[in-house]
């Protein structure tokens, strides 16, 4: 394949009528350009363009990748190493700035490989993250006091709060809080709590709306004073549960495989690894601008 066989485009609706079956022939693996491009479909942004892209031979959709902001990472999905070499020279021909790239490990580490040769930027290894999908689920027995409730328009003020602490405890930008709250990942998610007999919320767990069969169960969230006592696992056996009801056939999340805690609940209640993500950071080398240095 050819550097010519990726087609870039602005437009969000242009790039799902091409690579949308494509994306929804593996809905676990594609989990996250699927509820991207379908919160960018539905809320464009008002300020800065997306960018996506799409590798097309003969007439079939080989791999894909967006980009939500310049500033943000490159999210390709599963590429060969001559895919990546194809679109890191696209992309580097055309003068386009990358800062980075978040993807399974193995094409995170292509591209970046592939972008340090075209480039002469620096790839540091960053964020590493594990995805799941639910085989068979198992809620935890027993089950902790107390039953699941969903967040409704009242809960309002606890969500953001209880989101702004988890993206404070899991070093994620920017910070969450009321003024951001519209624009966060977290603003279309749908919320259960887990509460305690007295109607208190101890744990809170998020699910995406269904794509392709999908849902993506994020975030999963306990204060820290109330870890420990189950609450995680079920709120997040609930959330699976009603995902699975609903119709769902690929219910997945990730986790950060540095916290053994948290990677041992989910396999407790069904989840299975599915791949190894990783982010890398590029030292702002300025790309090799060639002719034609614009979308085609």
Same mark, same amino acid.
Request: hydrophobic share 40%; net charge neutral; proline share 9%.
């Given at each position: +394949?050819?550097?010519?066989?990726?087609?870039?485009?602005?437009?969000?609706?242009?790039?799902?009528?091409?690579?949308?079956?494509?994306?929804?022939?593996?809905?676990?693996?594609?989990?996250?350009?699927?509820?991207?491009?379908?919160?960018?479909?539905?809320?464009?942004?008002?300020?800065?363009?997306?960018?996506?892209?799409?590798?097309?031979?003969?007439?079939?959709?080989?791999?894909?990748?967006?980009?939500?902001?310049?500033?943000?990472?490159?999210?390709?999905?599963?590429?060969?190493?001559?895919?990546?070499?194809?679109?890191?020279?696209?992309?580097?021909?055309?003068?386009?700035?990358?800062?980075?790239?978040?993807?399974?490990?193995?094409?995170?580490? !292509?591209?970046?490989?592939?972008?340090?040769?075209?480039?002469?930027?620096?790839?540091?290894?960053?964020?590493?993250?594990?995805?799941?999908?639910?085989?068979?689920?198992?809620?935890?027995?027993? !089950?902790?006091?107390?039953?699941?409730?969903?967040?409704?328009?009242?809960?309002?003020?606890?969500?953001?709060?209880?989101?702004?602490?988890?993206?404070?405890?899991?070093?994620?930008?920017?910070?969450?809080?009321?003024?951001?709250?519209?624009?966060?990942?977290?603003?279309?998610?749908?919320?259960?709590?887990?509460?305690?007999?007295?109607?208190?919320?101890?744990? +809170?767990?998020?699910?995406?709306? +269904?794509?392709?069969? +999908?849902?993506?169960?994020?975030?999963?969230?306990?204060? !820290?004073?109330?870890?420990?006592?189950?609450?995680?696992?079920?709120?997040?056996?609930?959330?699976?549960?009603?995902?699975?009801?609903?119709?769902?056939?690929?219910?997945?999340?990730?986790?950060?495989?540095?916290?053994?805690?948290?990677?041992?609940?989910?396999?407790?209640?069904?989840?299975?690894?599915?791949?190894?993500?990783?982010?890398?950071?590029?030292?702002?080398?300025?790309?090799?601008?060639?002719?034609?240095?614009?979308?085609?």
């Amino acid at each position: +394949m050819r550097p010519h066989d990726w087609h870039l485009t602005q437009d969000v609706d242009d790039f799902l009528a091409r690579a949308g079956t494509f994306l929804r022939s593996r809905p676990a693996l594609h989990t996250m350009p699927l509820t991207v491009t379908e919160k960018l479909r539905t809320n464009p942004p008002a300020a800065e363009t997306p960018l996506f892209g799409r590798l097309e031979h003969a007439g079939e959709v080989h791999a894909t990748f967006y980009q939500r902001t310049p500033t943000g990472p490159l999210s390709p999905t599963p590429l060969t190493r001559e895919q990546a070499d194809t679109l890191a020279t696209r992309l580097a021909h055309l003068g386009h700035r990358v800062r980075g790239v978040s993807a399974d490990h193995d094409t995170a580490t !292509a591209f970046a490989d592939a972008w340090q040769r075209h480039t002469g930027a620096t790839p540091t290894p960053g964020t590493r993250i594990r995805l799941y999908r639910l085989d068979t689920l198992t809620p935890p027995e027993p !089950a902790p006091q107390g039953r699941a409730r969903t967040a409704g328009p009242q809960d309002h003020d606890q969500l953001v709060r209880w989101c702004g602490e988890f993206v404070d405890t899991v070093g994620e930008v920017p910070a969450v809080d009321a003024a951001s709250w519209a624009g966060s990942r977290f603003a279309d998610r749908h919320f259960t709590f887990w509460q305690t007999p007295q109607g208190t919320p101890v744990s +809170m767990a998020a699910a995406t709306s +269904m794509i392709a069969g +999908m849902v993506r169960v994020d975030p999963v969230y306990t204060p !820290a004073h109330l870890r420990g006592r189950g609450y995680a696992g079920a709120v997040t056996a609930e959330v699976s549960r009603a995902a699975l009801a609903a119709g769902a056939k690929d219910v997945v999340l990730f986790a950060d495989p540095a916290n053994p805690t948290s990677n041992a609940l989910y396999q407790r209640i069904g989840y299975v690894p599915v791949a190894a993500w990783t982010v890398y950071d590029f030292s702002h080398a300025a790309p090799q601008t060639g002719p034609g240095a614009c979308l085609a």
